[in-house]
Nanobody, 121 residues
């Protein structure tokens, strides 16, 4: 019913930049919060950035000042601009979204398939 498709991952040198995109499609009525998470090998998945439907954002200290989350509500798309990347940013990055579909009153969290980001030193 709903798909989230990420793009934009890849290999970059330390200090470089990448921009991730995540487009939601399907029987979407509305989208509340959208976010980015990451999971490095042997570690738990962690929040990277979150943005509300009104545009308020929140970041953990580890990425604050380097990462910027934004969204285009007309396109049901969320972006993550990552600058000054560090080797410790290497992980699989997942987007998620809190979505209400047309046939339901309650919302549900949907996840993308993940995109690999590798930062070399």
């Amino acid at each position: 019913q709903v798909q989230l498709v990420e793009s934009g991952g890849g290999l970059v040198q330390a200090g470089g930049s990448l921009r991730l995109s995540c487009a939601a499609s399907g029987m979407i009525y509305s989208i509340n919060d959208m976010g980015w998470y990451r999971q490095a090998p042997g570690k738990q998945r962690e929040l990277v950035a979150i943005i509300t439907s009104g545009g308020s954002t929140n970041y953990p200290d580890s990425v604050k000042g380097r990462f910027t989350i934004s969204r285009d509500n007309a396109k049901n798309t969320v972006y993550l601009q990552m600058n000054n990347l560090k080797p410790e940013d290497t992980a699989i990055y997942y987007c998620n979204a809190d979505i209400r579909i047309h046939s339901r009153v309650v919302t549900q969290i949907y996840w993308g398939q993940g995109t690999q980001v590798t930062v070399s030193s």
